[in-house]
């Protein structure tokens, strides 16, 4: 409460609207989401979920090439789950923030009526599930470190090239989960996990768990479309360093390319997001759905 | 031995709830919902319990119809201990709440009646001949076929009527049945069980109601009751009755002024009995229970002193909340559930 | 009013029954209300069953395998209705009032239990179905025409055993309250690794396999694997024929549980007070 006092504070931040419904929301996503702080919760969402999910990939893989995990495919497949993670989360944040204000909190016809920018307070409520998944890949990337010799070393990664690919992908993320966001504000309660199950489909067309070359050419073309795939193809080269670039897929694009890419998708993304945002809010507006609450 | 003729008999009922996590020492850690609740109803009566929000009433519906046990004390249903014998009693009770959101919104009102209907182990076909009749008596038998997703409040309300009534139960506990819906609906609701219990007169209907007009138009009897205790059960004719000797008086004044001293208050002037202040835009209402007649000229003569004008005056009959106001030394609508440390004061 | 006949009220077996089909019917009618939801419900469980079939196609995989992965995540369409529909629903029931209506019905709480539990498997099954069918045909699984007699049986026994710990479940998650939603969370995605939902659960090892043995899906999937592919019968935990006895125990245990424990929790619920109060 104090720091986010002293931000908001800040003169220029207070006199900027969509700056100001940002950092708001930021801080309220925390105080409603950092419930993780129980240590129940933290071993459920943060340690069980991930390391289950990961692990079932694993066991697949150890049943078939008898535990060959030195291979580099293995770090691909482990890295790409342990970093989607963050797909996961942010594109269902924007969604279940609507749902959450709308019919739990009921808050929403108050947020539509105070002077403040709801896109930026919708963008602001998706931060505190950025931060709580980017733990849960932090332990999940450990935990393979750990176990199956994933090998990371510290100082070979590229930083650089990690926290920059990192940022853009997060941006291009945040505009998926705002269209997602925008999506729910027309539908009913039932759509919360929209996201989740998009997050869900994407895995197949990303190249998250197994190189796009396995695709159908026909699929593969999907993947080229979605800011995903260039994300995890570029933070798995800055972590493995020359060892990640075993496959085929987007091998012909340097890393700078690739960054150039995810920057035009994470542009477009965003712009696209904005009037998605606008057309939807329009539209719930015109439906009376603001204050919709669909209990069934 | 629970008399043949009662269809709720029960004997120093006592409800505490223990509170959930205190905070703080001073805290309070359990509420006394209901304080030693000794009631009789009689087979066919429509029987009311009028308090305000927190008096204990929906606590006493609750173990009536065998969703909550008392703490001490021991409750029959129609001779049927609440405690040991609630199956047998679920064959014959009902229940309806103001402000119910049960049912499932994706089925029809039809549906979803039907389905409470089976459970009252009703034949499929008279189900649906009884929800087609319920439905037309309460005037919404074209919405049949809604998804009561989309009913209104009001709507919904009467739906959940029909369901309450559908069994043709012994006894029909109705908590608050009129809660939020708008003056027409709750017009219709009172002529509904009106009705209903015209036609069922060896049925019982236990009402609980913090509208003084809804209990006095539709009970034959009623007991009042704040924090947990029952302070009086009569008919409402009889309860109005008592204050038949005193009367009572309502006053609008212009400024009251600040609150003054308690020797300088309206309540010690002798034959004063209650007095209840409201704030109201033309100035301040005081509702006046007075001994006799002549005990006004000494109220206005002290108001004239307190530098207050007055703009009304009216005489007139007793009310329940006149009633209520006598008993209990307030209105009645203040929330009044209280704790363990209350009691003990 | 009085136009109307006496009513007749059903007691006893009938009246169970009775209950059984109404609480039933609003999940089976309900499913076929929102025809948006068989888009999610099918498709894109569909899309993640195939994720795991390319990894396996990644890693050159005996095509058994895939039919593996098929079977195991038309299945976790029976696990996600168990957590979300019937562990959690009674809390929901709570939630939106109906709880209270059913108790004091005079329909047992089993029978409603028992009808929560049909119209779930109806409309799950639709899902399993959908993702068997489009899976199997879409990456060519090829299945063995064994015994078919006893694959409906190993499916049967697993369906009884699984709903009836859903019917227990039902109790024990009303008990926790708001907890019973990171409960359904927690048993997701580590029940899909302990039960061997996309691989045999023998790669578990001997313990782990045998402590999962309590979840029935995990024998259930184990045994119509060994049934439907034949190609490496060494790849089954237990043999057939143990696996349908340990399950028939774990019908007998849940179901006598879940009778158990909505006593218990009525009784302690009628108690406490804790049947009906709604937080937030």
Request: net charge neutral; proline share 4%; hydrophobic share 50%.
């Amino acid at each position: 409460m104090l720091l986010v006092n002293r931000i908001l504070d800040i003169s220029f931040i207070r006199r900027n609207h969509a700056m100001r419904s940002f950092i708001t929301a930021a801080w309220l996503g925390w105080q409603i989401e950092s419930n993780w702080a129980d240590p129940f919760l933290f071993a459920v969402y943060s340690i069980a979920r991930p390391i289950a999910s990961v692990m079932i990939l694993v066991v697949m893989y150890s049943v078939i090439t008898d535990s060959a995990t030195e291979e580099p495919i293995f770090a691909y497949i482990y890295l790409g789950n342990a970093l989607y993670i963050l797909v996961g989360m942010i594109i269902t944040g924007v969604s279940w923030a609507v749902i959450d204000d709308r019919e739990h909190y009921r808050t929403n016809k108050q947020l539509h009526t105070i002077p403040m920018s709801h896109f930026m307070y919708l963008m602001g409520r998706g931060v505190a599930r950025l931060i709580i998944g980017t733990i849960s890949v932090l332990i999940t990337i450990g935990f393979g470190m750990l176990f199956f010799k994933i090998p990371i070393t510290f100082q070979l990664v590229d930083w650089p090239l990690l926290l920059v690919s990192t940022g853009l992908g997060i941006l291009a993320l945040a505009g998926l989960g705002m269209i997602m966001g925008s999506l729910t504000m027309m539908l009913a309660r039932h759509f919360w996990s929209i996201g989740e199950a998009v997050a869900g489909a994407l895995y197949l067309f990303t190249g998250a768990i197994f190189p796009l070359d396995v695709l159908p050419s026909w699929i593969r073309w999907v993947g080229y479309g979605i800011p995903v795939t260039y994300w995890l193809e570029v933070a798995r080269r800055a972590l493995l360093g020359p060892d990640a670039i075993g496959f085929p897929t987007l091998a012909r694009f340097s890393n700078l390319e690739i960054i150039w890419i995810l920057g035009g998708f994470s542009v477009v993304l965003l712009v696209l997001s904005y009037f998605f945002y606008r057309w939807s809010l329009h539209t719930a507006k015109e439906k009376g759905l603001i204050d919709l609450e669909s209990s069934y | 031995m629970v008399e043949n003729n009662l269809a709720v008999h029960t004997e120093d009922v006592m409800r505490i709830y223990k509170l959930r996590g205190p905070k703080r020492k001073e805290d309070p850690r359990e509420i006394i919902a209901l304080d030693e609740v000794s009631l009789d109803i009689r087979r066919g009566e429509l029987f009311g319990l009028l308090g305000p929000n927190g008096a204990g009433k929906t606590t006493l519906i609750k173990i009536l119809a065998t969703l909550l046990l008392p703490t001490s004390g021991t409750a029959y249903v129609n001779g049927k201990n609440v405690a040991t014998e609630m199956r047998e009693i679920r064959h014959e009770i009902s229940m309806v709440s103001g402000g119910e959101t049960s049912g499932y919104g994706l089925l029809t009102v039809e549906e979803n009646l039907w389905m409470f209907a089976r459970f009252y182990g009703l034949e499929s076909k008279a189900a649906r001949l009884r929800i087609d009749h319920l439905l037309e008596v309460v005037g919404i038998a074209d919405r049949k076929r809604t998804k009561i997703s989309d009913l209104s409040t009001g709507l919904r309300q009467k739906m959940n009527f029909v369901r309450g009534f559908i069994s043709d139960p012994k006894i029909v506990f109705l908590d608050e049945p009129t809660l939020g819906l708008d003056v027409s609906a709750a017009r219709e609701v009172r002529a509904f069980i009106m009705n209903w219990m015209g036609d069922h007169p060896e049925s019982t209907i236990l009402l609980t109601t913090h509208y003084m007009a809804e209990a006095d138009e539709l009970c034959d009897r009623l007991a009042i009751i704040d924090k947990g205790k029952l302070l009086a059960v009569d008919s409402p004719r009889n309860l109005k009755h008592r204050l038949n000797q005193d009367v009572v008086f309502q006053l609008t004044v212009e400024p009251l002024g600040p609150r003054p001293s308690r020797e300088e208050m309206i309540e010690s002037i002798p034959g004063v009995r209650q007095v209840t202040v409201t704030e109201v835009a033309e100035g301040t209402v005081l509702q006046l229970i007075l001994q006799a007649d002549e005990i006004l000229s000494d109220v206005l003569a002290h108001l004239t002193r307190r530098g207050s004008s007055l703009i009304a005056l009216e005489k007139r009959e007793a009310t329940l909340e006149d009633v209520f106001i006598d008993l209990v030394g307030r209105g009645l609508d203040v929330d009044t559930s209280h704790t363990a440390e209350d009691r003990d004061e | 009013m009085s136009s109307l006949p006496e009513l007749k009220q059903a007691r006893g077996f009938k009246l169970f029954w009775q209950t059984v089909w109404a609480r039933a019917y609003p999940r089976i009618v309900g499913s076929t209300r929102e025809v948006s939801w068989m888009f999610f419900e099918t498709v894109l469980p569909l899309l993640g069953v195939a994720g795991y079939v390319f990894v396996y196609k990644a890693i050159n995989a005996p095509p058994d395998y895939i039919g593996f992965v098929v079977v195991g995540g038309a299945m976790t369409a029976f696990w996600l209705n168990v957590l979300w529909s019937m562990a959690s629903q009674l809390y929901w029931d709570k939630d939106a009032g109906n709880l209270e209506l059913y108790i004091v019905s005079p329909g047992p709480m089993m029978a409603i239990l028992l009808g929560m539990s049909i119209g779930g498997l109806v409309f799950a099954g639709v899902r399993a179905v959908v993702i068997l069918v489009l899976g199997s045909l879409l990456f060519g699984v090829v299945y063995s025409t064994g015994s078919l007699i006893l694959l409906v049986l190993v499916f049967a026994v697993t369906m009884i055993a699984l709903y009836g710990m859903g019917m227990m479940f039902a109790s024990v998650f009303l008990a926790a309250g708001r907890e019973a939603w990171h409960l359904s969370n927690l048993f997701q995605e580590p029940i899909y690794l302990a039960s061997g939902f996309y691989f045999p659960v023998k790669a578990m090892g001997f313990w782990v396999a045998t402590i999962a043995s309590i979840i029935p899906l995990t024998l259930g999937l184990d045994a119509m694997r060994q049934l439907l592919f034949t190609s490496d019968p060494t790849l089954g935990f237990l043999s057939v024929p143990i696996e349908i006895a340990v399950l028939l125990v774990l019908c007998v245990f849940f179901i006598t549980g879940a009778y158990f424990m909505l006593n218990k929790l009525e009784e302690i619920g009628r108690r406490e007070g804790r049947l009906t109060e709604r937080r937030r």
